[in-house]
């Protein structure tokens, strides 16, 4: 079973601190990429991913079109998608869940429950 989790975030301080999460909670490996065109380049090489946390300001492909790009593909529409996001607009958290994302975290999120649901993903 795969335990890779792909970071997207174009924060490198979120990243690392996304992937120290990620490990903690027993991913076998965590790839990050600094935005969401990165992303969609990444994933056909990276084989089986677990989960995908993704921020959804970036300066390319947002996070919310990441999410839809991904649930629009057959390989990927069974990846559990996190969103975090600094934005705590109700809009965004609904429009997050609508296109298919499983989880939204508001920065700054609570490691613990970070963490917990990471580890339930990559169960």
Same mark, same amino acid.
């Given at each position: $079973? *795969?335990?890779? #989790?792909?970071v997207?975030?174009d924060s &490198? #301080?979120?990243?690392?601190?996304? &992937? @120290?999460?990620?490990?903690?909670a027993g991913?076998?490996s965590?790839?990050?990429c600094a935005?969401?065109f990165?992303?969609m380049r &990444? /994933? ?6 677990? /989960? #995908?946390? !993704?921020?959804?300001? $970036?300066p390319d492909?947002t ?5 839809r $790009?991904l649930r @629009?593909?057959e390989? =990927?529409?069974a990846?559990?998608?996190f969103?975090v996001? !600094?934005? &705590?607009a109700s809009?965004?958290f609904e429009?997050?869940l609508a296109?298919?994302?499983?989880r939204?975290? !508001?920065?700054? =999120?609570?490691?613990? *429950?970070l963490?917990t *649901?990471?580890?339930? *993903?990559?169960?």
């Open positions: $079973m *795969a335990r890779t #989790v792909l997207v975030d &490198a #301080v979120t990243r690392s601190l996304l &992937a @120290e999460v990620c490990a903690s991913a076998q965590v790839e990050s935005s969401g990165e992303a &990444a /994933l056909p090489r990276l084989g089986e991913v677990a /989960l #995908v946390i !993704t921020d959804v300001n $970036m492909i996070g919310l079109e990441l999410v $790009m @629009e593909q390989r =990927f529409k990846i559990p998608i969103v996001s !600094t934005d &705590a809009a965004d429009r997050a296109l298919g994302a499983n939204y975290f !508001t920065k700054p =999120f609570d490691v613990a *429950a963490t *649901a990471v580890k339930a *993903a990559l169960a």
